[in-house]
């Protein structure tokens, strides 16, 4: 069993930036793709990011590229969206979650582990 705990998260003004991360434990990091998805009041959960299980290649919903940049860090099992040049329509609660997948994919009904979620409040 894989468990997903994500840090990061805040408040932060337009144009500004954040770094996220994921920590996981209980099982083989190498092993998943990591993906990034967001929920905003009232609307369904969306994919933001992902990067493979092998580490080169990676996916982003267009409103975030050139934007965000996602990393991982193996030696630490741990995920990092880093976040540039954030807007108000960023704010979202940001969960980290993990498939048993080679690429990086955006579908959501690959990713079988979840984490708990890390609001990002971006102020106009």
């Known amino acids: 069993q894989v468990q997903l705990v994500e840090s990061g998260g805040g408040l932060v003004q337009a144009g500004g930036s954040l770094r996220l991360s994921c920590a996981a434990s209980?099982?083989?990091?190498?092993?998943?793709?990591w993906g990034w998805f967001r929920q905003a009041p009232g609307k369904e959960r969306q994919f933001v990011a992902a990067?493979?299980?092998?580490?080169?290649?990676?996916s982003y919903t267009d409103s975030v590229k050139g934007r965000f940049a996602v990393s991982k860090d193996n030696a630490r099992n741990t995920v990092y969206p880093q976040m540039n040049s954030l807007k108000p329509d960023d704010t979202a609660v940001y969960y980290c979650?993990?498939?048993?997948?080679?690429?990086?994919?955006?579908?959501?009904?690959?990713?079988?582990?979840w984490g708990q979620g890390t609001q990002v409040t971006v102020s106009s």
């Open positions: 979650a993990a498939a048993a997948r080679l690429i990086a994919t955006t579908t959501i009904e690959e990713y079988e582990y």
């Open positions: 209980g099982g083989t990091f190498s092993a998943y793709t």
């Open positions: 990067i493979s299980r092998l580490g080169g290649r990676t």
